[in-house]
């Protein structure tokens, strides 16, 4: 009898702390589909791969009257919800019946719905949340259409005023019945969305209307996304001025297009500007495209990343232009913007060729030193090696000891470290102070690009790095790098033993 009281009072003890348990860990705050809320309810089966749970999920029993108690204690505690495709029930709703729940909110504090599964087999599961959420949506996200969402659509015109977050990606705006439908959302309904404050839009959907026009009618929008395939119409018709925007991501093929964009826009107040290329550029047009940014870009500027969205693994071949890359190409950057923290240049071209030197590196840290947390001049380009026209352990060791919040630096460097060009110890007082050389806590990642490294340097050239950076954690060689690629990666072994080695030996004297 003891043993069966002992049991009935955990079960009581349990059953008081479950709810403020969940609402503390945030357990339920965000769910990819409902297959776990399913499972809870013992209405799913679900498969494990390797031993690893899976989100594959079929049903096995219809929903019963007694179950929808159980489901909304879980389903009201979840503010984000995601569809994609290996996360939605493949089976058909004829198969499950739901009607229990019509009329019941079960989702009463979602706050965040996406959806993006191509199988309209299994919309049920996004009509499922869609008919049975509360008032508190504010995010919508979806690569959907009237055609293959019709329910997702009707819904966002219904909450258009409360949205502050919308993004769209069209696959079927090519047929006529989609484009008008699209486009009449596009003209009577979005641009009654005073809330909105971030939007998205991907692809031909850009078709249906002028975005460079709808934006002035959101008071309120701080962040925009496009995707940008039809070249020709995305070309702002007259120059305007977007005071409201703080972060601008681009995404287009054609780098000359984007100039021609920018050209045609001011952004006052931009904080961050992310533009990602597809086509393998030249040097002339990377300098335009940094000339256009630093023209378009007000004075708070804080983060400029150019990036390529498909990263090669083959050394670059391509014909080199007749231009080099170099500091003159980041002066106006430099003048016009001082608050700069995060200059990302990842474009990786076949045809880009950089010449930047020490005295280069000095006059990038007497503009931007003290703020900078990324510094990546695009290392996985083509870099000279020419004397006075590449950097070497001194410009490293400058940058790193002059800007003291650099998290990321990524360049191309030439030199072998000799025995006496920096010491490798640091001591450790007692008092827990250190002395020895100076050295940067901050970087984490240095990316390498194709710098060269002798193998009789390697454990040199590691313990010049472990004492310059003595938290670095990652160095990174471009994919295309050869035989020296083995010997950075004995680098990075031996520089975090060399980290590990010195934080023991601080907890000593702690």
Not at 409 to 425: E, Q, Y
Not at 439 to 457: A, K, Q, V
């Amino acid at each position: 009898m003891d043993v069966r009281r002992d049991v009935r009072n955990l079960g009581r003890v349990g059953r008081i702390f479950r709810e403020p348990c969940l609402n503390a860990l945030s357990l339920w705050y965000h769910q990819g589909g409902i297959g776990e809320l399913f499972r809870m309810i013992s209405a799913v089966k679900g498969y494990r791969y390797n031993d690893e749970p899976c989100q594959k999920w079929d049903l096995k029993r219809p929903l019963q009257a007694e179950d929808i108690p159980t489901m909304l204690f879980y389903s009201r505690r979840i503010r984000e919800m995601c569809f994609y495709e290996n996360n939605v029930f493949k089976t058909k709703q004829s198969s499950f019946d739901i009607s229990l729940l019509l009329g019941k909110v079960l989702f009463p504090r979602l706050r965040v719905l996406s959806w993006y599964s191509s199988i309209t087999a299994c919309n049920w599961n996004l009509d499922f949340v869609l008919d049975s959420m509360g008032d508190e949506v504010t995010d919508m996200l979806g690569a959907v259409s009237y055609r293959s969402a019709p329910k997702f659509m009707a819904s966002m015109e219904k909450r258009h005023r409360q949205l502050s977050y919308i993004s769209l990606w069209e696959n079927e705006i090519g047929q006529d019945n989609v484009l008008e439908e699209t486009s009449r959302f596009f003209r009577d309904v979005l641009p009654h969305a005073q809330n909105l404050r971030e939007l998205h839009l991907e692809n031909s959907i850009l078709q249906c209307f002028d975005i460079w026009g709808a934006i002035p009618l959101f008071p309120l929008l701080g962040r925009l996304t496009l995707i940008l395939t039809d070249l020709e119409s995305c070309v702002p018709s007259i120059p305007a001025s977007y005071h409201t925007l703080t972060g601008v991501t681009v995404i287009i093929k054609d780098a000359r297009v984007l100039c021609r964009i920018l050209d045609r826009v001011s952004f006052p107040n931009l904080c961050e500007i992310q533009l990602i290329l597809s086509d393998d550029i030249d040097a002339s047009v990377l300098h335009g495209v940094l000339v256009s940014v630093a023209s378009a870009c007000g004075s708070q500027l804080t983060s400029l990343i150019i990036a390529y969205n498909d990263y090669r693994s083959v050394v670059p071949d391509g014909p080199i232009s007749n231009e080099v890359l170099g500091l003159d190409d980041l002066r106006l950057l430099m003048e016009k913007h001082p608050k700069l923290e995060v200059l990302d240049l990842d474009v990786h071209s076949t045809r880009c060729l950089w010449a930047m030197g020490d005295g280069a590196l000095q006059e990038i840290v007497r503009a931007w030193g003290r703020r900078l947390r990324v510094l990546r001049l695009d290392p996985d380009s083509k870099w000279s090696f020419e004397s006075q026209k590449c950097v070497t352990l001194k410009g490293l060791e400058h940058i790193a000891l002059h800007c003291p919040h650099l998290t990321t630096l990524g360049l191309n460097f030439v030199g072998v470290p000799t025995a006496n060009v920096r010491s490798a110890t640091v001591h450790i007082e007692p008092n827990g102070s250190t002395t020895g050389p100076q050295s940067n806590y901050t970087l984490r990642r240095l990316d390498i690009g194709c710098s060269p490294l002798e193998s009789l340097s390697v454990s040199d050239m590691a313990l010049y790095l472990s004492s310059l950076l003595p938290n670095l954690k990652t160095i990174r060689p471009a994919k295309w790098m050869g035989e020296q690629r083995p010997r950075w990666k004995m680098v990075e072994d031996i520089v975090l033993v060399a980290g590990l080695a010195r934080k023991q030996e601080r907890l000593v004297f702690m």
